[in-house]
């Protein structure tokens, strides 16, 4: 989608008051924050990624508890890959994308799409709504939470537009695609995408829907707060805990 007017936050500022941990006003649902890893589109950790957690504006983060406890009722949790991402880091993937030579990750993530296209196909977008902290990227996962996978050096890399038994598995339920697929089947209502994994994804939309997120229709992951609280500031503190101010 495109954006709004761009009202940059001073990098290195901290994060305004409204701004949480989302393990502290949820700690039942499980945060796999990619970007502070390896496993990833970029194959490294992404700049402005100290620590593996989710910020959010508060009432970003309380409407996703509510989702987690309606959730609850179908037997599932929230597991969320994404959540506030400063500019540095969208500057980084800009950096990346700008870059022909480095495909390590194409296999996995883009396997049928050229990375030249990455941003004019709107499978990345700068500046994005995540660095206006009330967006999520996040899946479905069974409860009891099953044990995951991890991405080990120099294991495989398996394309995600795979069937679910195939490509690399973190415990959630199948959804067609894996998280951060660059391709059509990662739109989230390709009509391609029938049975079990269609229902996954009306099931998550339904879910988010109903507490106020919409939906972008190129990832069925992407979820943003409706009625966020900085709708056209785009912040760069960096993803670390130490960057909220003191309560």
Known sequence: PGPGPVTPSTGGSPAPADFVLLSEVDPSITTDIRYATAHNFLGRPVDGYQEPVCLLTRPAAEALSRAQAAARGYGYGLRVYD?????????????????????????EFYPRVAKDRL?????????????????????????????????????????????????????????????????????????RI???????????????TQQ????YDREWWHYRYADEPYPDTYFDFPVAASSLPPR
């Open 194 to 208: 029938t049975g079990v994994a269609r229902r996954n994804r009306q099931l998550l939309k339904r879910l988010m």
């Open 119 to 191: 941003f004019a196909d709107g499978y990345l977008g700068a500046p994005t709504a995540h660095s206006r902290g009330s967006t999520v990227d996040l899946t479905l996962q069974p409860l009891p939470v099953p044990s995951g996978t991890s991405q080990a050096p120099g294991q495989p890399l398996v394309a995600c537009t795979e069937r679910a038994d195939r490509r690399f598995a973190d415990g959630s339920v199948d959804m067609g695609t894996g998280f951060d697929c660059f391709d059509p089947l990662a739109h989230t209502d390709d009509p």
């Open 83 to 107: 959540c506030y991402r400063p500019r540095r880091a969208v500057d980084d993937f800009v950096r990346w994308a700008k870059d022909p030579a480095d495909q390590r990750m194409k296999a």
């Open 212 to 215: 106020g997120f919409v939906n």
